[in-house]
């Protein structure tokens, strides 16, 4: 895939809006805009999102100095976008924004466990541990699949600045 300056400055600008907006919602827990944004992205750059994606986990890791929990985000955002790059192109518009919201929420909902084979192999939890540490931190799944459902109200009005932008046209 090779990628023009204008889409570099693009990816470029957009991972760094994921990163931004999610250190400036560290104040609520597992609740962010990172979610709705990586939705947007994929569906109006399909597998080119891939690009701002991972410079929002790069810098994540920069900014962290690359710690332990950092690991997963190699892998946990890329699902999110596999989720959404499954949606049949041909799904009729009008049950879109519904899609995209219960892509995000699922997302959420599924966070510590899709984080968890990560931590086993870091820390050398057994299933039990394992499926403890997902138990644990399911209240906070909770609130990052809610939280990312409720931040899906945004995704198609994004989509549209984002293909404005992009190619000048809307949706």
């Known amino acids: 895939m090779k990628l023009k300056i204008k889409e570099i400055a693009i990816f470029g600008v957009l991972g760094a809006v994921i990163f931004v907006s999610k250190l400036i919602m560290e104040v609520f827990p597992n609740i962010h805009l990172v979610g709705m944004l ?3 992205i994929t569906v109006v750059f399909r597998a080119k999102a891939l690009y701002p994606i991972y410079v929002f986990v790069f810098l994540n ?3 962290s100095g690359f710690p332990l929990w950092w ?3 190699l892998y946990i955002w890329t699902v999110l976008w596999a989720f959404v ?3 049949p192109k041909k799904t009729p518009k009008k049950a879109l924004p519904i899609i995209y919201m219960s892509v995000a929420a699922l997302h959420g909902f599924l966070f510590g466990i899709l984080y968890a084979p990560a931590q ?3 820390f050398g939890l057994n299933f039990k541990s394992t499926i403890a540490w997902i138990v644990s931190g399911f209240p906070f799944d909770l609130i990052h699949g809610a939280s990312n459902f409720i931040c899906g109200i ?3 009005p994004v ?4 293909k404005r932008v992009y190619w000048g046209k809307s949706i």
Do not use: D, H, N
Request: net charge neutral; with cysteine; charged share 0%.
């Open 38 to 40: 990586i939705v947007a």
């Open 154 to 156: 945004l995704i198609c």
């Open 61 to 63: 890791g920069l900014y």
């Open 85 to 87: 790059m499954l949606i």
């Open 120 to 122: 086993a192999i870091i």
């Open 71 to 73: 690991i997963p985000y």
């Open 159 to 162: 989509i549209a600045v984002l």
